[in-house]
């Protein structure tokens, strides 16, 4: 029986192959023919001259030949992954007879996407931005997991003496009350600036003169001003130096 073609009809009944390799082994060993690599060109050859159609199937590799002789070409030669994260490709290691080379992507500026989009192993890391509580009260948000969480802005809260922005108006200390206060003189009140009370309005103790006020606040007035001697023998005086706030 004259050896077929490996046709259309017979690639179908002989999908897997190895029916195939075994009539070609078959004939070849009948005839004696030295089996030669499969190419169409070979099967036509030895069609027309009347010789046994025939091939040495071998290991599939990347040169358009169906090496194996199971009718298909350059099959299962499998994929090549390169470069990680984002920049992560995979190519068929061969496509039409040429073997293909496998180039990772172009790193790009991380985002909050769950992608290492700059290739370093890491994903979503430092990626933050502004957010706010009650559209008042700003802070920063994280990136975690392609998602922004983590708010750090707090609520808004009433102003006090503390340097903080605490109503989150843009003003820090704003409208906080004054507090009263006293020195050794009296009371006062005292106010808020810059996370600090201070100011306070009541007088300060200060070196007492003759003027009838009680300027040190010790509860005497115009005392320890001393006295002043003036003539001499029988004629000597001796005068306080202030007496009812005037100066003697």
Do not use: Y
Request: aromatic content about 2%; glycine content about 16%; charged content about 20%.
């Amino acid at each position: 029986m004259p050896f077929q073609p490996l046709g259309t009809e017979n690639k179908a009944r002989n999908r897997g192959g190895k029916a195939v390799r075994g009539a070609l082994f078959a004939a070849v060993a009948t005839a004696g023919t030295v089996l030669l690599a499969c190419s169409a060109e070979s099967v036509s050859a030895a069609v027309a001259d009347g010789s046994v159609a025939g091939c040495m199937p071998t290991g599939e590799v990347c040169d358009g030949v169906d090496n194996d002789c199971d009718g298909e070409t350059d099959e299962e030669l499998g994929t090549t992954t390169c470069g990680s994260g984002g920049c992560e490709r995979t190519v068929e290691r061969c496509v039409r007879g040429v073997a293909q080379t496998c180039t990772p992507g172009t790193p790009t500026a991380e985002t909050c996407n769950g992608v290492d989009d700059d290739c370093n192993g890491k994903v979503d890391e430092g990626v933050t931005r502004v957010c706010a509580t009650a559209g008042v009260c700003g802070g920063i948000e994280t990136c975690t997991a392609g998602v922004f969480g983590g708010c750090t802005a707090r609520e808004p809260a009433n102003e006090t003496c503390n340097g903080l922005d605490d109503d989150c108006n843009g003003t820090v200390d704003d409208g906080v009350t004054p507090r009263e206060c006293s020195t050794a003189c009296g009371k006062g009140i005292e106010w808020c600036t810059a996370g600090a009370f201070g100011g306070c309005s009541a007088r300060q103790p200060r070196a007492e003169v003759c003027n009838g006020v009680d300027d040190d606040c010790d509860g005497a007035v115009d005392e320890a001003l001393g006295a002043t001697t003036c003539g001499a023998g029988a004629c000597q005086r001796t005068v306080d130096n202030c007496i009812g706030g005037a100066t003697q």
